[in-house]
């Protein structure tokens, strides 16, 4: 039994397509754009210098048009001109930091209490929030945190508005108590 044998004749390659010609600069806007501002937003942290990056780089290409030959090459062209230009502003920025023997005092508004102790305070209120039961903790949240009305509070948690009332003031009670808040009265 004899095996049967392939005899094609040998494929030829395949010609690759010289992509998209964009028959203008706008045009090849127009159609690249997305893509390349997801470049330029990989680049810098925040969207509108993102935008102005690309805006950028596209004058770069603009100027360049008449000069690239093989429009496959644009967007490489454009990503280039992306990175050079993020590197260019990078190393241009202006520094406004200065070394000094002595650090400056804050100056503090008339008023203000330490950023520390703030934050001290709102984290002993937290804590003393969730010693209370759950349902006073809800009300107190809804009232005071998320700045609703007693009726709303009431509507929420389907519950009367004296409900509300008097649960609230419980557990203000229960927080003026609380030994950690001492210092809040």
């Not at 010609?15 to 706008?26: E, K, L, R």
């Not at 925040?46 to 805006?55: K, R, V």
């Not at 330490?114 to 709102?122: G, S, V």
Request: with cysteine.
């Amino acid at each position: 039994m004899t095996t049967p044998v392939c005899t094609s004749a040998p494929t030829a390659a395949v010609p690759v397509s010289p992509g998209p010609a964009y028959p203008s600069f706008s045009a090849y806007v127009r159609h690249r754009r997305p893509v390349l501002l997801r470049t330029a937003r990989s680049l810098t942290a925040n969207p509108s210098d993102a935008e102005d990056l690309l805006q950028t780089a596209l004058a770069k290409t603009y100027a360049a048009w008449e000069r690239i030959e093989d429009q496959r090459a644009l967007d490489g062209y454009v990503r280039r001109a992306l990175l050079n230009t993020r590197t260019s502003q990078w190393r241009k920025r202006k520094v406004d930091e200065f070394a000094c023997g002595e650090l400056p005092e804050p100056e503090a508004e008339p008023g203000s209490a330490d950023p520390a102790e703030q934050q001290a305070l709102r984290d002993a209120m937290w804590r003393a929030i969730t010693k209370l039961p759950a349902r006073q903790r809800a009300m107190v949240v809804l009232r005071y945190y998320e700045d609703l009305s007693e009726a709303q509070t009431a509507e929420v948690l389907g519950v009367s508005v004296g409900t509300v009332k008097s649960a609230v003031s419980r557990a203000l009670g229960k927080l003026r108590e609380d030994a950690e808040l001492g210092c809040v009265r």
